[in-house]
């Protein structure tokens, strides 16, 4: 199974959801590749301290840049789940993966800047379903506000966006900001290798959203 985590922002918390997804399948005992098709390297670095580290599960990580369709189809037949790490900006990356993946989850933040960029999105998929006419899309509210007075307001702005897209679909699954988030990418983890309960709540709550 291939998952694009993509979408045309910077710094919407791509690397981030895909680093916790990659854990967390492995941690349910998947087989998984986390493919970094992003030229800045965040995954990268984030694997090469878990490997320093040898921490377990252990996931295998791939950089391939450009057009990314043909090396994602060959390690879809060697491993059961193929996460994607692309760059933002309308990256040829996520264009080509998109062509033969089965899920795109797009992390963005209740934002104005990061809420326009879902009509390019909107634009792509409905180009990339020409050519991969079951994938879905799903747009991941992330770095959600834990502040009481505003939570469910942000939130309901949020999905109300979304839903004037009809091919973008809006996860349940909210990603709060959190510090726990932060701190574990320099030591090549996850959050569910963390304390914070509410962190491993959402990043369960999430893959199973997705997955199952
Ligand atoms: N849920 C969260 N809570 C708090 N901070 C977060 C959360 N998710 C991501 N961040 C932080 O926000 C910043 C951007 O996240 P990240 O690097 O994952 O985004 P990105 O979309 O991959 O960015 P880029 O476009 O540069 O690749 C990072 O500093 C990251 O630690
Ligand atoms: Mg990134």
Redesign the pocket.
Known sequence: MITIVG?N?????????AVNIAVGLAMAGHDVVLVDA?A?R?ASRWYAERENKELKPSITLIEKRDNIAQTLKALDLKYDHIVV?V??RNSRELLTGATVANVIIA?HQCSQLDLDTLQELQDQIVRIKDLNPEIKAFVYH??ASTNHSVREIERNEFSDYVSEFSDLLCLKSI?????V??DV?SDGMSVLEATNVQ?RTEINKLINEVYS
């Open positions: 979408c922002k910077g710094g919407a918390g791509k690397t981030t959801t992003d800045q965040s790490d760059a933002g992390p992330s770095m990603g709060f900001y959190r510090k988030y932060k990418i962190a």
